[in-house]
């Protein structure tokens, strides 16, 4: 498609750049670009690069085991609740990224999911600070 090359353009641009710099990347879902093997390996060893992050869904996580990187990058994965059928392989794709990645939670809040968020909360103690102050702030 028109933007299939744009990536390398954007690369090419940051290879000019002579100062420190952070990035992220976030889409749609970055992890499923057929060349983000490149965009990462690229960016990871860009001298002036101090701060790689993704933003995901978390369900794709097999790229986080496949790139190894110089410097652990922060992967900010997003809990959908009306998105995430089996809460287990959601946790159990975040543990396997965890291994080589500084990781945190993102939730995004919709009133319809408040007791599966909750439950998810209390269950996996990952969110529970967070979720459990947001509620207060909803119930009062």
């Known amino acids: ?8 353009k954007v690369l090419a641009n940051l290879s000019q750049v002579s100062k420190d710099f952070q990035i992220v990347l976030l889409g749609g879902e970055p992890t499923l670009h057929n060349k983000i093997n490149e965009i990462l390996i ?34 900010q994965i997003t809990f959908h609740p009306s998105e995430v059928q089996n809460i287990n392989d959601f946790f159990n794709n975040i543990l396997k990224i965890k291994k080589l990645h500084d990781v945190r939670i993102n939730v995004m809040l919709v009133p319809n999911y408040y007791d599966k968020i909750k439950k998810t909360s209390y269950s996996y103690k990952i969110l ?13």
């Open 128 to 140: 529970f600070f967070v979720v459990k102050n947001i509620f207060k702030c909803y119930n009062t």
């Open 42 to 75: 690229t960016l990871d060893n860009h001298k002036h690069c101090k701060s790689l992050s993704i933003i995901s869904n978390g369900r794709y996580s097999k790229i986080y085991e496949v790139f190894k990187p110089n410097n652990p990058f922060l992967v």
């Open 1 to 8: 498609g028109i933007y299939d090359n744009t990536y390398k």
